[in-house]
C-alpha cells in the first residue's frame, strides 16, 4: 500500500499569503508611525514673549501730532522637537485702529526647543491725534474739555503692537507643518514725555 503524497501548495497562493502579512506589517508601522507623530512630535504653535517696549525718542507738535520711534523686545520659544524656520513675519503697529508703522522681519530659525531673543526698532512717521469726539470709545489719547480753551489732548495715549510669525516646523524630515505664532500688546504711553506707564499683552 503506497503512502499519500503531500501536495504543495499552488504558488499563487503562497505569493498572496505573503503579499497579506507584508500589506499588514505595512499598515502596523504607518500606525506606529502616526501615533509617535501626534503624541511626541506633534507641532505646535511657536511662544512670543514680549520683554520690554520701549520710545527713544518722542515729540508732539501743537498738541495735534505726534512722532516717536518704537523698540520692541521679545523672546520666541520653539517647543517643537524640531526646528523652526520663520520666513513671513511682521511687526505692525496701530493707533485707533489704522496701522501707523510697520516692519518686516527677516527670515531666519530658532533651533529644537530653544529661545531666540529679538530687538525690533523703528521710526513712526506723524499721524494726527484724535480731537474731542472723534476718537472711538477707549482709544487714542484722552481728550479733557477745560471750557473757555476748549478741548486739549488728555495725559495719555494708547497704541496696539501685532507681531505675527509664520514659518514651517519639518519633523522626521519628511512631515511638514506650518505654524504662526501671534502676539498683540496694547501700550499706554505718556503724551507729556513719551515714557511707557505699561502694556499688557
Known sequence: MSKPRHQKPPPGRTNLASCVVATIFLVFVVIVILIV??????PTEPKISVNS???????????????????????????????????????????????????FIPAGTIRAGGTQYMAATFSVQSFPLYAAGAAPENVGPVVVTDGSNGPRV??????????QMAG???VLHFFSHNVEAVSDCRVAISVSDGSVLGFHC
Open 37 to 42: 507623530f501626534f503624541t511626541v512630535f506633534k
Open 168 to 170: 514651517r516646523v519639518r
Open 154 to 163: 488728555g495725559p495719555t495715549m494708547e497704541i496696539e503692537s501685532r507681531m
Open 53 to 103: 517696549v520701549q520710545l527713544p525718542t518722542f515729540s508732539v507738535a501743537n498738541s495735534t501730532t505726534v512722532n516717536f520711534t518704537f523698540s520692541q523686545y521679545v523672546s520666541v520659544k520653539n517647543p517643537n522637537r524640531a526646528s523652526f524656520a520663520h520666513y513671513d513675519s511682521t511687526l505692525q503697529l496701530l493707533y485707533a485702529g489704522s496701522q501707523v508703522g510697520f516692519m
